[in-house]
C-alpha cells in the first residue's frame, strides 16, 4: 500500500515529547522580531508521535531501490556498492567530532589525511595537484572551467568557446555555458569517437578548452587521445577530462599521461563514496603544473612534517565551498584507496571492465549494440526495434523495476536512438548479470507477445505508472494544509 | 505515415521553414517562421517546456535558438537560416503540448527575418526531407 504523506498521519494534539517546563527566564518573539515578520498563525508542522515518524521514515525507506538492497546498473553514475569499513573509518570520533573552526594545530591527523589523499589522487591521474574543495562532478566542471579562463586571462587573451563532443556527459555543456562560454558541439564519427578532421574544423583562435569525457558516454576510450591534446596544445587550448568514468581507468592508465590538463574526479562514482541521496558527493580537481597556481584556496601546505593552511594565492580562483569540501566523504575515499591499494583498484577496474563486456556480449544477440566495439565500464544498446511494438526504451526501464533491478540510464547519449545505458560496476556477480541479462531478454519476448504489460509497467510496485507527463507541465511540489492525495480513509485516489 | 507538408522546406536537424507570403511583395522584410517537424515531435514525445530566443536576437544558421524539453530529455532546436528574431509564439510556452497537437500550424516556434535570402533555397525539399526520414529509419 502507498505510504500517505506524515501531514496526513497528523492528528491534532498530538506529540512526540512533552518537554519539561522552562526554568530560565523567557522572551516574546516580538521584542526580537518586527511584529510584521511574525506569522500570525502556527505552521501547519504534523503532529504525531514519536514512533509514528520512525514508523514512516522506516517504511519509505524499505520502498526504495538503493545499491544495498538492487542491482543498480546506471550507466555514467558508476552506482558501485559503498563497502561499510568506509562507513566505521568515518564514524572515528577523531575524524566525526572535530570542528570545522578547530586551528591547524589541533586537527593535523585530518591534515595529513587530505595531504595524502591528494598525493594519491595525483599517482593515480598522473596530475600535478588537486584541490578536494568541490562538491560535486558537475561543481567541479565549473572549478574547472574557471581555471581555463583564469589560464587565458593570465596568457592575455579572451578565449570564449568550449569544444564538447555530442557524446559527452549532459553537465558538461551545462558547466560551460554556466561558467559564461560558447559551447560548439563536436559530432562523432562512424566509430563513436572523436573525429579528428571535425576537431580541426571547429579548432578556431577562440577556443579556451576542449571538455570530454574518456572513456566517453558510449563506453569507447579515445584512443587518438594523445593527438587530440597535440592539435589542442599547440594553439594553447587546454584539455579538460570529465573523470566521472574514471572507474574505466583505474591503475590501467593516467589521464597526466594522455594528455590531458585538468579533470575531475567523482569520489561518489569511482572511489565508492555514498551516491545521490546517500551523499553528499565530491568532485575534486586534479590539474597539471603550469595551472596549479590556479587552483582554488585554502589549500593543504606539507611543512616539514606539519601540515597548515594556505588561504591566499595571488592567481587563485578563489574557494569554492565552505571550509574544505565534504571531508566526511574524503575519508571515505581515502579509506577505499588504502584498503585497495594499486594491484587493488586494477583489479577492480579490470573486473568492472570484463563484466560491462560480458553483459554486452549477452545482450547483444537480441539488443543492438550501435557503436560496437569492446567497450569499457559501460555500454549502449538501442531498443529501437521494439518500437514496432510501441514498446519505447523508457517502458522496458520501468518493467525493469518489476524484475527487481533498477533500470539503467535511458535515453542518453543522445546519439543513440532508444538507448539504454547500462554500467554493471565491478562488484556484481556472474549471477547477478546473469539475472539481469535474462530479466531483460524476458521483457524483449513481452514486448513482442503482451505489449500492454511492458507499456503499463511498472506493475509490481507500490506506485504504479505514473503520469510524467503531467507532472511536468503542472508540478504538484507543496502540500497545503487541508489536501490529501490520500483520502484521510487510507484508500489511494488516483488521478 | 508521417505528415511533411510538400509547400514547407527543412533542415536535417527536423527543423521546418516557411517563408511567409505577401510580406516580400509588399516590399518589408521577409520573415522565414519555424518549428519542428511531426517526425520530431513523434520522437521527441509529450513535449512539457519550451524556452524561445528573445525579440532581436541575431542567430547563424545552424545555431541553437530554442530549446524544447521532452519527458525523454532536453534538445536544442537550431535555426534554419541567419538572422534576426522577429517573433516568438508565446502559446508554446503556456500550453508546450501544442507542439505535439499541431507542429505546423499553432505549435510553430519563432520567425526570422533573415540576413542572408540564398540560405533559404538551401534548405531540404520535402523530398529530401522524406528520404531522410526513411533512412534513418533502418
Redo the contacts between chains.
Sequence with gaps: MAEPLIFERSVPGRRGYLLPPSDVPGFRADDIVPSDRLRTEPPPLPEIAEFDAIRHYTRLSQQNFSVDTHFYPLGSCTMKYNPKLNERIAALPGFAFLHPFQPAAQVQGMLALLYELEQLLCAITGMHAFTLQPAAGAQGELTGLKIIAAYHRRKGRRRSTILIPDSAHGTNPASAALSGFQVVQLVSGRDGLIDLNELKEKLTKDVAALMLTNPNTLGLFEREIKTIAAVLHEQDALIYMDGANMNALLGIARPGEMGVDLLQLNLHKTFSTPHGGGGPGAGPVGVVKRLEDFLPVPRVRKVGKRFRWEERSRASIGRVHGFYGNVGVLVRAYAYIRALGREGLMRANQAAIINANYLKAKLQPIFPVPFDDHCMHEFVVTLKALKTHGVTAGDVAKRLLDYGFYAPTVYFPLIVDEALMIEPTETESKETLDEFADALLAIEQEAKTKPDLVRQAPQRMIVERLDEVKAAREPNLRWKAGTFLFSPEGSTQRK | MIQIPPELVYTKSHEWARRLPGAAQAGDAIEIMVGITAHAQEEL??I??VELPKIGRTVKQGEAAAVI?S???A?DIYAPVSGAIARVNEAVVKS??LVNQDCYGTGWLFAITPSDPKEFSSLLSSGAYSQQVQAQAH
Design positions: 514525445r509529450d512539457v517546456f524539453e519527458v525523454k530529455a534538445f508546450p503540448q
